[in-house]
């Protein structure tokens, strides 16, 4: 009766002339909570390490009180501790909660995801910027029908346009170029990488799908002559491919006046060269 009462001080006196252990630590847990909330209101960091101390007592009794653990958690302000508890005991919104305060995304993107939330396990997912984890957990809404197909595609590409944005912005290819290979087509992988100016990586893209005339006119753009005559070549393209020989021929064998030095033999092989292919054309 008193322990329905909370008045916990006269319970535990009662449980501990009964020789009732268990709920004589169950009340002294109980009674420091109480006391905890009373501090609260003035003395804060005082209140807070007698949360955590009555955390503690909750979990030494048995998995029961772990609700109330995290619960005593969450009042001390640790979040992530209060977080992983509820998450243990598959509290998932509250375990979410507890998680975006303390700012980790990740976690709260998962609790969100267990909970078929579409919404929020997209933002948390781009807070967190696992886009790699987002795009598997949209992937799992659509297998489950959570929401339309439709939308779930579009959410899916937008995940992995903003993720090759972000990789972008902040300089690693690498990881920029694994989201660009999943948008679903290439002539939208060759505009981001046409406006974000990725020169390598959208040659080897036209490389890869036998562009190769593009693939001269991205060399040509760098100023990679050689290479460009070569992709030219390969494309067929024997005017384009003797403007490269002119050019080169041009850009290495003029001084600081324009002038025309003199051709080595090589040069005047290259100029045979582009001559022939003009003969032919």
């Known amino acids: 009766e008193f322990l329905q009462r909370k ?20 009340c002294n847990a109980l009674e420091l ?4 909330d009373k501090a609260s209101v003035g003395t804060l960091q005082k209140a807070k390490e007698m949360y955590v101390r009555a955390a503690t007592m ?14 005593c958690y969450e009042k001390a302000f640790a979040f992530d501790r209060a977080g992983d ?8 919104e509250d375990a979410a909660r507890c998680y975006e305060k303390s700012g980790y995304w990740s976690k709260a ?29 949209l992937e799992m809404f659509a297998a489950a029908n959570v929401a339309s197909e439709v ?8 995940c992995v346009k903003r993720a090759a944005i972000h990789f972008h912005t902040v300089n690693d290819s690498s990881k920029m170029m694994e989201f660009v290979f999943k948008f679903p087509t290439s002539e939208e992988k060759r505009r981001f990488l046409q406006r974000y100016h990725h020169l390598d990586q959208l040659l080897f893209l036209e490389i890869n799908d036998k ?3 593009e693939a001269g006119q991205i060399c040509w753009e760098m100023r990679n002559y050689d290479q460009a005559q070569h992709w030219y070549e390969q494309a067929g393209r024997g005017v384009e491919a003797a403007r490269c020989i002119l050019q080169r021929v041009k850009s290495t064998n003029m001084d600081s006046r324009f002038m025309v030095l003199s051709l ?7 100029l045979e060269k582009g001559k022939v292919m003009l003969d032919i054309i």
Not at 85 to 92: F, G, K, P, Q
Not at 264 to 270: H, I, K, N
């Open 7 to 26: 008045q916990y001080w006269n319970a535990r006196l009662c449980f501990q002339r009964a020789g009732d252990d268990f709920n004589e630590r169950l």
């Open 33 to 36: 909570e109480h006391e905890a």
């Open 58 to 71: 909750f979990l030494a009794l048995f998995d029961g009180f772990k609700v109330n653990a995290a619960g």
């Open 85 to 92: 508890l509820y998450s243990s005991i598959l509290r998932h």
């Open 109 to 137: 993107m998962k609790e969100f995801a267990a909970m078929n939330d579409v919404e929020n396990t997209m933002r948390c997912g781009y807070n967190s910027l696992e886009f790699n984890i987002l795009v598997i957990y």
């Open 151 to 158: 939308e779930l595609h579009q959410a899916i590409q937008m």
């Open 211 to 213: 562009q190769y005339f």
């Open 264 to 270: 080595s033999a090589q040069d005047l092989a290259l």
